[in-house]
């Protein structure tokens, strides 16, 4: 989140240096290639993310979001299409980082949010979540 946080504030130029930004803050070598798939998907597909994420956030864009919502949500969706986590665990760790890094209502705007898009891509996501 904190590198795709920084990719919005200094653009493209910043890309070059995720790398070395991850490997500062992860320890593990799994974790660090992991992260860099996520923060590359969130990225590349934020336009697609966006439109997805705006049919759902009324009367925000992306544009007017928090920093930290707006890439909240993009790891997220970025972790669903790897489907490598459950999504309850996907979306409970986007409100956990959405409530330390975020305001006061980032945990249930998150919630919200990405509650309504995994029940519209995925049409089995209540018997999948719970």
């Avoid at 989140?1 to 320890?27: I, K, N, R, W």
């Avoid at 070598?29 to 049919?55: C, D, F, M, N, P």
């Avoid at 409970?92 to 209502?105: C, D, M, T």
Wanted: hydrophobic share 40%; with cysteine.
């Amino acid at each position: 989140m904190q590198a795709l946080c920084q990719l919005d504030s200094q653009g493209e130029e910043y890309l070059p240096t995720v790398t070395t930004f991850l490997a500062e803050h992860v320890e593990s070598g799994e974790t660090l290639s992991y992260a860099h798939e996520v923060v590359e998907l969130a990225w590349r597909e934020r336009e697609v993310v966006e439109k997805e994420i705006a049919q759902h956030a009324q009367g925000w864009t992306m544009a007017r979001m928090a920093s930290v919502d707006r890439n909240v949500l993009r790891v997220a969706m970025a972790e669903f299409d790897f489907a490598k986590a459950p999504p309850k665990v996907i979306i409970n760790e986007a409100i956990e980082i959405a409530k330390e890094f975020g305001s006061g209502e980032s945990g249930g705007f998150v919630n919200g949010i990405l509650d309504k898009v995994w029940n519209m891509i995925n049409p089995n996501a209540r018997e999948q979540k719970g």
